[in-house]
């Protein structure tokens, strides 16, 4: 969904809806409890949640929203983090997990204290907390549809995957494989791992091309478009439409191709934003609003229409984000119920 | 340093640490406070009395992690499946501990590179048995782990038991007595008619028995496992048994100052925490708050030596 669409959706949504806010939350303080701080996809993240965070506080909806980072990517050490949070009394807990299931104990006390948990991107097996999932399988799916829509006589596909062994990788996968049996014209004609890095992925669609019929699209993860592309144009054919990944190199190519030969894509990932979803989403449910546990991430799409906006704002090395609103969070909300 | 003298010094760090935090955190000074602070450290320090037991006769572990990791992952699924099953394994990983200590006296090996292989070894096998991570915790020791005793809690209640068994155990009995002198001077013990091998091989099975216990303990707390959950253990319990007044050399180890020193490590990274402290900056504030420790202790060790000399 695009943000124009998104926000029109949202717009709809808060008129049928009636007015929500039960309690009062400007005395409730919220925390985020984070694993992990070293990519650049993890800094925006903390950077919007302290963006939106000091700007929820000082209009006085909530009291706090401090953000903490293990200084080891480790489940224990979280698990006592949140554990130190109970302590500190706060109201909510947002936490971006390093382990599905290892900080279950930790969640399970902080609920029994009473306390709000919130998890996002990387979320919590526990029953009592909520979890704002990212739906890996239909990001796999919406590329596919994509390239349908571009493509009328369908073709070749080449697909470019993650870290074998990983569960998103598993998951985009199966979403990919999902996309082309319904859409039968198309066939995957090669797979390669690009493990989500640009360098990785040139070097393994240099080494596959020479095998590969005519390609007409490639299907990726996300932080491979540009090397794929270096790598088909360095192997002399005509670039195909090569889905990409919100990162700052792949848009910045787009563009180029864009002016150069009027180029036409879509760039499709998650906004490291989604810090902010759940901020709202655990004000929310401070508030007294009724929130289903499982919620769903909107992704960030980037059109055509959009690329420019899009890499004006995201910073050179980093990936497109969004901030979301109050307005956002009562919108995916809405969707669940 | 004497060994009455040894446990000051422990027990002075973390009263002086445990009064900052409650200062920091009046919240932490009550039995739920107390037992959130601490329950996290029980697992920690069974982990820090098996390093000990290597320290002990000299060697160093450097799979304790992977290893508590692995019995986590047996823990949350064959120990609550089949409970029978579960325990065999946990038994055969035991006496697995206790092979290897054979194997590095019989061959002569550097222990650091046969634990840091072992560690390997444990890790895959974790990942064999716990692909993603999941499993359940069984009830007895959820039941265990989340008791209420009255007055005390359960943290508290763990962590002096560990250390009186622990205690009584090395310090109380021959046999314990016989393993400190193991890292004394071996050789002195061998030409006694005693064997190295039997007596490094109980030694690593001590070690073994309490990462096993360590293990179940963490996922009686976390109800469920993860191959990776327990691999900064490693780096903590050598740190603990350092802090709680063992050296790496000689057979000098404390347990009752292991446990504490495990307790100290969990409380720095609370502290720091509650401190509000930068990420960035709260390795570098643990290490500082060990290399503290370890400073004053080596200014006590000398002004010691100093009165020895001038008697």
Same mark, same amino acid.
């Given at each position: 969904?695009? #943000?124009?669409?998104?926000?029109?959706?949202?717009?709809?949504?808060?008129?049928?809806?009636?007015?929500?806010?039960?309690?009062?939350?400007?005395? #409730?303080?919220?925390?985020?409890?984070?694993?992990?701080?070293?990519?650049?996809?993890?800094?925006?993240?903390?950077?919007?949640?302290? #963006?939106?965070?000091?700007?929820?506080?000082?209009?006085?909806?909530? *009291?706090?929203?401090?953000?903490?980072?293990?200084?080891?990517?480790?489940?224990?050490?979280?698990?006592?983090?949140?554990?130190?949070?109970?302590?500190?009394?706060?109201?909510?807990?947002?936490?971006?997990?390093?382990?599905?299931?290892?900080?279950?104990?930790?969640?399970?006390?902080?609920?029994?204290?009473?306390?709000?948990?919130?998890?996002?991107?990387?979320?919590?097996? +526990?029953?009592?907390?909520?979890?704002?999932?990212?739906?890996?399988?239909?990001?796999?799916?919406?590329?596919?549809?994509?390239?349908?829509?571009?493509?009328?006589?369908?073709?070749?596909?080449?697909?470019?995957?993650?870290?074998?062994?990983?569960?998103? =990788? =598993?998951?985009?996968?199966?979403?990919?494989?999902?996309?082309?049996? +319904?859409? =039968?014209?198309?066939?995957?004609?090669?797979?390669?791992?690009? =493990?989500?890095?640009?360098?990785?992925? !040139?070097?393994?669609?240099?080494?596959?091309?020479?095998?590969?019929?005519?390609?007409?699209?490639?299907?990726?993860?996300?932080?491979?478009?540009?090397?794929? *592309? !270096?790598?088909?144009?360095?192997?002399?054919?005509?670039?195909?439409?090569?889905?990409?990944?919100?990162?700052?190199?792949?848009?910045?190519?787009?563009?180029?191709?864009?002016?150069?030969?009027?180029?036409?894509?879509?760039?499709?990932?998650?906004?490291?934003?989604?810090?902010?979803?759940?901020?709202?989403?655990?004000?929310?449910?401070?508030?007294?609003? +009724?929130?289903?546990?499982?919620?769903?991430?909107?992704?960030?799409?980037?059109?055509?229409?959009?690329?420019?906006?899009?890499?004006?704002?995201?910073?050179?090395?980093?990936?497109?984000?969004?901030?979301?609103?109050?307005?956002?969070? #009562?919108?995916?909300?809405?969707?669940?119920? | 340093?004497?060994?009455?003298?040894?446990?000051?010094?422990?027990?002075?760090?973390?009263?002086?640490?445990?009064? &900052?935090?409650?200062?920091?955190?009046?919240?932490?000074?009550?039995?739920?406070?107390?037992?959130?602070?601490?329950?996290?450290?029980?697992?920690?320090?069974?982990?820090?009395? %098996?390093?000990?037991?290597?320290?002990?006769?000299?060697?160093?572990?450097?799979?304790?992690?992977?290893?508590?990791?692995?019995?986590?992952?047996?823990?949350?699924?064959?120990?609550?499946?089949?409970? @029978?099953?579960?325990?065999?394994?946990?038994?055969?990983?035991?006496?697995?501990?206790?092979?290897?200590?054979?194997?590095?006296?019989?061959?002569?090996?550097?222990?650091?590179?046969?634990? @840091?292989?072992?560690?390997?070894?444990?890790?895959?096998?974790?990942?064999?048995?716990?692909?993603?991570?999941?499993?359940? &915790?069984?009830?007895?020791?959820?039941?265990?782990?989340?008791?209420?005793?009255?007055?005390?809690?359960? &943290?508290?209640?763990?962590?002096?038991?560990? %250390?009186?068994?622990?205690?009584?155990?090395?310090?109380?009995?021959?046999?314990?007595?016989?393993?400190?002198?193991? $890292? $004394?001077?071996?050789?002195?013990?061998?030409?006694? $008619?005693?064997?190295?091998?039997?007596?490094?091989?109980?030694?690593?099975?001590?070690? $073994?028995?309490?990462?096993?216990?360590?293990?179940?303990?963490?996922?009686?707390?976390?109800?469920?496992?993860?191959?990776?959950?327990?691999?900064?253990?490693?780096?903590?319990?050598? &740190?603990?048994?350092?802090?709680?007044?063992?050296?790496?050399?000689?057979?000098?180890?404390?347990?009752?100052?292991?446990?504490?020193?495990? @307790?100290?490590?969990?409380?720095?990274?609370?502290? @720091?925490?509650?401190?509000?402290?930068?990420?960035?900056?709260?390795?570098?504030?643990?290490?500082?708050?060990?290399?503290?420790?370890?400073?004053?202790?080596?200014?006590?060790?000398?002004?010691?030596?100093?009165?020895?000399?001038?008697?």
């Amino acid at each position: 969904m695009s #943000k124009a669409k998104f926000l029109s959706a949202v717009a709809l949504v808060a008129a049928t809806l009636p007015a929500a806010g039960f309690a009062d939350t400007s005395d #409730k303080r919220i925390a985020l409890s984070n694993n992990y701080a070293g990519n650049s996809w993890r800094q925006a993240m903390l950077e919007s949640w302290a #963006k939106i965070g000091d700007q929820a506080v000082s209009d006085g909806v909530i *009291a706090a929203a401090d953000a903490f980072t293990t200084s080891e990517n480790q489940a224990t050490e979280q698990a006592a983090q949140i554990q130190n949070m109970i302590l500190q009394g706060y109201d909510a807990i947002v936490i971006n997990a390093a382990s599905p299931t290892a900080l279950n104990g930790a969640i399970a006390e902080a609920c029994g204290a009473g306390i709000t948990v919130v998890s996002f991107d990387g979320i919590v097996t +526990e029953p009592c907390a909520w979890r704002i999932a990212v739906d890996f399988k239909e990001m796999g799916r919406q590329q596919v549809e994509y390239l349908a829509e571009r493509i009328e006589d369908g073709g070749n596909l080449l697909e470019i995957r993650g870290l074998a062994g990983v569960f998103v =990788d =598993d998951e985009i996968h199966a979403g990919i494989a999902q996309g082309v049996e +319904e859409n =039968d014209k198309f066939t995957i004609a090669g797979e390669v791992n690009g =493990d989500w890095a640009q360098d990785v992925a !040139q070097k393994a669609v240099a080494g596959i091309l020479p095998s590969l019929p005519e390609i007409v699209g490639v299907v990726t993860q996300g932080g491979d478009g540009y090397g794929a *592309a !270096q790598a088909i144009k360095a192997a002399g054919r005509d670039t195909p439409i090569i889905v990409l990944g919100n990162r700052k190199d792949e848009m910045q190519w787009w563009a180029e191709q864009r002016d150069a030969n009027g180029y036409e894509t879509m760039s499709l990932s998650i906004a490291p934003g989604v810090s902010t979803l759940a901020l709202w989403v655990a004000q929310q449910i401070l508030d007294g609003a +009724e929130v289903p546990k499982d919620l769903t991430v909107p992704f960030l799409t980037v059109t055509q229409d959009t690329l420019d906006e899009a890499l004006e704002s995201t910073p050179d090395g980093s990936v497109a984000n969004v901030e979301y609103s109050l307005d956002d969070a #009562k919108a995916v909300i809405a969707e669940a119920q | 340093m004497n060994a009455r003298f040894r446990i000051l010094l422990p027990i002075a760090s973390l009263a002086v640490l445990l009064a &900052a935090t409650f200062y920091m955190q009046p919240r932490a000074m009550s039995y739920f406070g107390l037992n959130l602070l601490f329950n996290l450290a029980v697992p920690i320090a069974l982990a820090t009395v %098996a390093q000990m037991m290597i320290i002990m006769v000299n060697d160093i572990d450097l799979s304790v992690g992977t290893f508590v990791s692995f019995v986590a992952c047996v823990t949350a699924t064959y120990l609550n499946d089949a409970p @029978l099953i579960g325990a065999l394994i946990l038994l055969a990983a035991i006496a697995g501990y206790a092979a290897i200590g054979a194997l590095i006296e019989l061959r002569q090996l550097p222990a650091i590179v046969v634990t @840091l292989g072992m560690s390997f070894v444990w890790g895959g096998l974790a990942i064999l048995i716990l692909p993603s991570p999941g499993g359940t &915790a069984p009830t007895w020791i959820r039941t265990i782990m989340t008791v209420k005793p009255p007055l005390v809690p359960m &943290a508290i209640v763990a962590s002096v038991l560990i %250390a009186v068994i622990a205690h009584l155990l090395i310090m109380r009995t021959s046999s314990g007595a016989l393993l400190r002198a193991v $890292g $004394g001077n071996a050789r002195a013990v061998a030409r006694s $008619g005693w064997s190295l091998v039997r007596l490094k091989a109980a030694a690593y099975g001590l070690a $073994g028995v309490f990462g096993a216990a360590s293990g179940i303990c963490l996922v009686g707390l976390t109800t469920s496992a993860d191959a990776n959950i327990a691999l900064r253990y490693t780096l903590l319990s050598i &740190a603990g048994v350092i802090l709680g007044g063992g050296e790496f050399t000689g057979g000098r180890i404390s347990p009752v100052g292991a446990v504490i020193g495990a @307790l100290t490590l969990a409380l720095a990274g609370s502290f @720091l925490s509650f401190m509000r402290l930068s990420p960035d900056w709260q390795i570098g504030a643990q290490g500082a708050i060990l290399i503290l420790v370890l400073s004053v202790r080596l200014l006590f060790a000398r002004s010691n030596r100093k009165k020895g000399a001038a008697q």
